[in-house]
Every structure is written in structure tokens, then in C-alpha cells.
T-cell receptor, first 111, second 113 residues
Framework: GESVGLHLPTLSVQEGDNSIINCAYS??????FIWYKQESGKGPQFIID?????DKRQGQRVTVLLNKTVKHLSLQIAATQPGDSAVYFC??????????FGKGTRLHILP | ETGVTQSPTHLIKTRGQQVTLRCSSQ?????VSWYQQALGQGPQFIFQ???????GRGNFPPRFSGLQFPNYSSELNVNALELDDSALYLC????????????FGPGTRLTVT
């Protein structure tokens, strides 16, 4: 069935270091992937997306990597800041092009 | 802020009651999707409305229903509330149906007692 999962429920990173959040997906037919950030009390916020014809995409301080061979997606955040503390979700499209979310990883920034 | 608004912010209902949640989409967006987010979980897709028609549905029973109005705002209705319906209900609007960036509202926190 459709599922998007994450390897680690919580990730603690020193302020200023780079963060890497990983995600495994199971639907080999998915061709669109998104990373969302959700802060406490708010709805998910779009960070970056990538389509299956690419293996890397960069934004401001963020990079998404897609490895279709092993069905793995990662989000890299450079020079992590306190404002990056949040829950991060990866998501993918299903066969009807609806967005399906995984369970999320909480990113905790250490001072 | 995304420009997507939801009301009410919080709501407490009793098991068996009915509830209506509302969402105003971002200006220019004709597609609204609804999600249920249980505590500690990722959002689960309920259904999507595109130009006032249901345009896809997740694994939710028929007591979850919706509407979209000509101004593209939307309602989510849940009948015969159950304790497990307690969750954050999120709506997201996008420019068109299909794989477009979604903008989420802040959600409505529903508690069923």
C-alpha cells in the first residue's frame, strides 16, 4: 500500500551544524516529493519539492536528495538555526496525485 | 502567513454530535484539500475539492463529507462524531488540481469527549 515513513522520530543537532533528515518511501510509482516544516500550533509549511526526473534540488540553506533506486529522500539543512526547530515531514504523491504524508521527524536544536 | 484561514480555532464536541469546519482558500486558488492530523502523526488525506466538485478521497468513512463554494472556500462536515475523530483538521489550498504547491491553514483543533 501507500506509505511514507521516516527513520528517526527525533533528531538533535548543534546550532550551526548541518542537519540531515531522512525519509523512506514505498511507492515506486511516486514521482513528486515534498518536504514540509511544521512548527507548534501551525499548519505544515512547504520547504522544497523535487520531481523524480531529478536527484538533487537546492533552495535557500536546504537541499533535497532523491535516490529512486533505494526509494530514499533526504533533507539537508545547512548551518542549522534555532528557528529550524520543528517537525519535518516528507510527502509524496499517490496514484491519484494526492499528497500523502509520513509520520514526521522532530528536529531539536542544541545551543 | 499563507493566506489560508480556518475557523473555528478550537472546538469541543460530544460523541455522536455533528461538526462543521470552515476554510477560506488563498486568493486565486481553486483547489482545497482537507487533512486529519492526529497527535504525533502526519496529516492524513481526507478529500480534495476542485471547482466545487470532490476530486479524490482518502480512506475515510462517508460520515466525513465536504463542500466547496463558488468563491472556493470549503467546509468539512463530520457526522456521528467518535472519540477517535479528535485531531487537528487542516485545509490546504493550491492553484490548481494536480501536483502544485499546497498552502496550509493553521488548522482547527477538534476534541470529542
Amino acid at each position: 500500500g501507500e506509505s511514507v515513513g521516516l527513520h528517526l522520530p527525533t533528531l538533535s543537532v548543534q546550532e550551526g551544524d548541518n542537519s540531515i533528515i531522512n525519509c523512506a518511501y514505498s511507492n515506486s510509482a511516486s514521482d513528486y516529493f515534498i518536504w514540509y516544516k511544521q512548527e507548534s500550533g501551525k499548519g505544515p509549511q512547504f520547504i522544497i519539492d523535487i520531481r523524480s526526473n531529478m536527484d538533487k534540488r537546492q533552495g535557500q540553506r536546504v537541499t533535497v536528495l532523491l535516490n529512486k533506486t533505494v526509494k530514499h529522500l533526504s533533507l539537508q539543512i545547512a548551518a542549522t538555526q534555532p528557528g529550524d526547530s520543528a517537525v519535518y515531514f516528507c510527502a509524496e504523491n499517490n496514484q491519484d496525485d494526492k499528497i500523502i504524508f509520513g509520520k514526521g521527524t522532530r528536529l531539536h536544536i542544541l545551543p | 502567513e499563507t493566506g489560508v484561514t480556518q475557523s473555528p480555532t478550537h472546538l469541543i464536541k460530544t460523541r455522536g454530535q455533528q461538526v462543521t469546519l470552515r476554510c477560506s482558500s488563498q486568493s486565486g486558488h481553486n483547489t482545497v484539500s482537507w487533512y486529519q492530523q492526529a497527535l504525533g502523526q502526519g496529516p492524513q488525506f481526507i478529500f480534495q475539492y476542485y471547482r466545487e466538485e470532490e476530486n479524490g478521497r482518502g480512506n475515510f468513512p462517508p460520515r466525513f463529507s465536504g463542500l466547496q463554494f463558488p468563491n472556493y472556500s470549503s467546509e468539512l462536515n463530520v457526522n456521528a462524531l467518535e472519540l477517535d475523530d479528535s485531531a487537528l483538521y487542516l485545509c490546504a489550498s493550491s492553484l490548481e488540481e494536480g501536483l502544485y504547491e499546497q498552502y496550509f491553514g493553521p488548522g482547527t483543533r477538534l476534541t470529542v469527549t
